[in-house]
């Protein structure tokens, strides 16, 4: 049974429940922002499972308020909804029910539908707030985006952190405008069609200013830290800290509007207990879902090549709408860059690319020499819509030694190649802010930590995850920096030159899978791939009806010409990646028998009528 925890104010009055099992007495702290109430220290009621509660009259919204733990100094609601004065500071009384949406008309969107687009709120605009994003959303739709993906805002330390370092998880960051400016965000993109997704961390807590240890025991003493203290999923009190963490999703969605959440790093989430926190978490997510007729979507990240959190409930699964497609970025960066650091080591033919496209994973039960093991499963009963796919990412571009995006890699031509191989493979497609003008910006790893100690910590902790891509005579930036974090901005020159035509590209790219029947339903029997001269990767994405086109998407990563005959049929270019902008190629058609010379570096899409073409048998 949930139990709802924070402050919550009505016309006046508050009340106030937090979760303390191991201490004998909680006082209230709240000090009005009315001088002739001022500070006043009130006793709380003792409730069962070691929850406390209080209500309270002569609440104004806006009065700061904690709690004091047998006698102890007042510390911030760990469920608080606003530290407006950082991590430090005490909590502040807010009244989200009375927020003024506009978004009655909005029930959300599917998986299946989305083109994400993964944004920093810090360094997406010059501003760094959610206000300022609400000022580039015409720019979002005219790219043809309709889902954007934030990533973590709930409160750190300072005022800069790509916030998987989050330490009160019911508040949004001050610094980006607090739980006001997101909502304003949220209820813009729903007036304008587009929805938003959330990342969420309940694997580990940040490393500074938490104060959940005073409160109980919120973390697991028998699993060892990764990033940070992992959370007591599974041992004694563990009930209150699972019930914590699916009352902070129901609040996303619930009070916040948010539409969907990705969860970061599940495999991280150690639960050993017969009900998985996770597939309790989505139980909850699915019975709010039925009370508020809306669509609420829930994606993991996982590193396990496993199925779980998509196997329906009955299968003992967690039943996730979907999770991130690693393999699939892996296989593809590999070919257009050579990189073979680290865990890259795996990749790099374009046999794991094609098998990215037929069978989702490209270790499912095979051997992994990067591993030294057997790893992962088949994905193979699970629609393509499951999995979202990208060329770049938060992780794979800051967690480089030099945090350089694809742009400064490879040629102009490639990142066109890349482009269209994610975002017209069958999969869900997601953008990493700036790639759709071929930013060239860095996107480093950054912090604004107090404690000098940990934030040398930090720095050697960098420089040890950078072994396996070290290259003689790199370094990286001080992630303390605040220079660091300001060369992380976006320099917004998509109206210049190349960066121009790139972006008109990427909104080819776009229109093309939001306007193509294919796209519309189609599933493991209707898309085929192969491979012709090595170099040279081939799908066809088969329509469900007679009526439609066949789509045939053609990406040739090699440094030379390929010839390739073309299947039966009269086939119309749609797209020519090396033409595109300078070359009108609009009703250019080719029929049978045909030889397509293919540049270098090139991606073609070409469609055919059905009753034109003979089967692709494969």
Not at 159 to 169: C, E, L, T
């Amino acid at each position: 049974m949930r139990k709802p925890i924070g402050a919550f104010w009505n016309n006046g009055k508050s009340s106030f429940t937090v979760w303390a099992p191991l201490v004998s007495k909680v006082e209230l702290e709240i000090t009005s922002s009315n001088q002739e109430i001022g500070k006043r220290i009130l006793p709380m009621k003792s409730e069962d499972f070691g929850y406390w509660t209080l209500e309270v009259e002569d609440v104004t919204i806006g009065d700061r308020y904690g709690y004091k733990l047998d006698d102890s100094q007042a510390y911030p609601d760990p469920a608080s909804r606003s530290q407006p004065g950082g991590i430090q500071e005490l909590s502040e009384v807010i009244a989200s029910q009375y927020f003024k949406w506009h978004d009655q008309q909005w029930k959300g969107r599917s998986l299946s539908e989305m083109i994400i687009y993964e944004l920093h709120v810090g360094t997406f605009t010059a501003e760094g707030t959610f206000d300022a994003i609400i000022e580039k959303l015409d720019y979002l739709l005219e790219l043809g985006v309709n889902t954007i993906e934030l990533m973590p805002v709930a409160q750190f330390s300072g005022n800069r952190n790509w916030g998987y370092d989050g330490v009160f998880p019911f508040a949004a960051q001050n610094s980006y405008g607090g739980p006001e400016g997101l909502k304003r965000l949220v209820d813009a993109c729903h007036q304008k069609g587009i929805a938003v997704f959330l990342d969420v961390v309940y694997n580990h807590i940040g490393p500074e200013g938490s104060c959940m240890h005073h409160y109980g025991p919120y973390f697991s003493t028998k699993y060892t830290p990764v990033w940070g203290h992992p959370f007591n999923f599974d041992e004694p009190y563990s009930d209150e800290v699972r019930n914590y963490f699916i009352e902070n999703a129901l609040m996303w969605f619930d009070e916040c509007h948010i539409d969907a959440l990705r969860l970061d790093a599940t495999d991280h989430i150690l639960d050993f207990g017969s009900k998985h926190f996770l597939m309790e978490l989505s139980e909850e997510v699915k019975a709010l879902k039925e009370r508020n007729g809306k669509q609420y979507v829930l994606v993991a990240e996982r590193d396990l090549n496993d199925v779980t959190v998509l196997r329906s409930f009955d299968q003992c699964g967690y039943e996730f709408d979907g999770q991130w497609l690693d393999n699939f970025h892996h296989a593809l960066r590999t070919l257009a860059t050579n990189d073979r650091g680290h865990y890259y080591a795996d990749f790099g033919e374009i046999t794991h690319l094609q098998k990215a496209f037929e069978q989702t994973y490209v270790y499912n039960g095979t051997y992994s020499n990067y591993r030294k093991r057997t790893h992962g499963v088949s994905a193979q009963a699970y629609d393509y819509s499951r999995f979202v796919v990208f060329s770049q990412n938060h992780d794979q571009v800051g967690n480089r030694l030099l945090s350089d995006r694809l742009s400064t890699q490879v040629s102009f031509d490639m990142l066109k190649v890349v482009a269209g191989t994610y975002l017209l493979s069958p999969y869900v497609p997601l953008l990493f802010m700036g790639e759709e003008y071929a930013e060239t910006n860095p996107f480093y790893y950054f912090i604004s930590h107090y404690d000098l100690e940990l934030i040398q910590a930090v720095r050697e902790g960098r420089k040890k995850e950078f072994m396996g891509f070290q290259k003689e005579g790199m370094e990286y930036l001080d992630p303390q920096s605040e220079d660091t974090f300001l060369q992380s901005k976006l320099s917004w020159k998509y109206q210049e030159g190349e960066h121009l035509e790139m972006w008109n590209y990427y909104r080819k790219l776009i229109q093309i899978r939001k306007s193509h029947p294919v796209f519309r339903n189609f599933n493991r029997e209707n898309v085929k791939s192969w491979i012709e001269k090595d170099a040279v990767l081939l799908w066809s994405q088969d329509p469900i009806t007679p009526e439609d086109c066949v789509l045939l998407c053609i990406a040739n990563f090699g440094k030379s010409i390929n010839e390739i005959a073309l299947p039966e049929g009269t086939w119309e270019l749609v797209l020519d990646s090396q033409l595109f902008g300078r070359e009108d190629t609009d009703g250019i058609s080719l029929t049978d028998p045909v030889t397509v010379s293919l540049p270098a570096e090139s991606f073609l899409v070409y469609q055919c009528d059905l009753s034109n073409r003979k089967k692709i048998a494969m």
